[in-house]
């Protein structure tokens, strides 16, 4: 059997019942559950829904801390238009206190060379997302951007990242959708 022969063979019993039933294939292999967590293949139990919702709470809840204590919000509470989650506009969040300022990248970068009392010429990190293979697919055929994102981070040197806690990294900071 040719090289080309196995790949169609191969892709076609991957492949079979796809147009009948269309749902996403996703081998995996695990010990025990939850570390297939939210796998788009299968529906979630209830345990496993609760298991995600109690973190989102709890995360909601030490982030809500976070800004009503750096935001000096009067009654220490966040305001009803963003204490549900909702997504804000830039506007829209500096007229409800939730930021000091609008810009654009050069402004946030100036400001926090301001913050650090670092020269105007001190150098700027730019980070290049790691290659992953499942985004060659929707970059084929499309020009790619060689200009990578820059990230800005002001964060104290006392802030260290730790095991099981939930972290949000953007990904429109990283790549062009």
Do not use: C, W
């Amino acid at each position: 059997m040719s090289h080309r022969q196995y790949r169609g063979h191969h892709a076609g019993h991957q492949l079979r019942g796809t147009f009948q039933n269309p749902r996403p294939f996703h081998p995996h292999v695990q010990k025990r559950r939850p570390k297939d967590l939210l796998n788009p293949s299968r529906p979630a139990s209830e345990a496993e829904k609760k298991l995600v919702q109690d973190m989102v709470a709890e995360t909601f809840e030490k982030f809500s801390s976070i800004v009503v204590t750096e935001r000096d919000f009067p009654d220490q509470k966040l305001p009803t238009e963003v204490a549900d989650g909702r997504i804000v506009s830039g506007k829209q969040a500096f007229d409800l206190k939730l930021i000091d300022a609008t810009g654009y990248l050069q402004d946030a970068i100036a400001d926090a060379r301001e913050i650090a009392k670092l020269p105007e010429n001190a150098p700027v990190i730019r980070y290049n997302a790691p290659f992953h293979f499942s985004r060659l697919f929707r970059f084929l055929g499309q020009k790619q951007d060689t200009n990578p994102k820059v990230q800005v981070s002001l964060v104290p040197e006392s802030f260290h990242l730790q095991a099981g806690k939930l972290y949000y990294l953007s990904t429109h900071l990283f790549f062009r959708q």
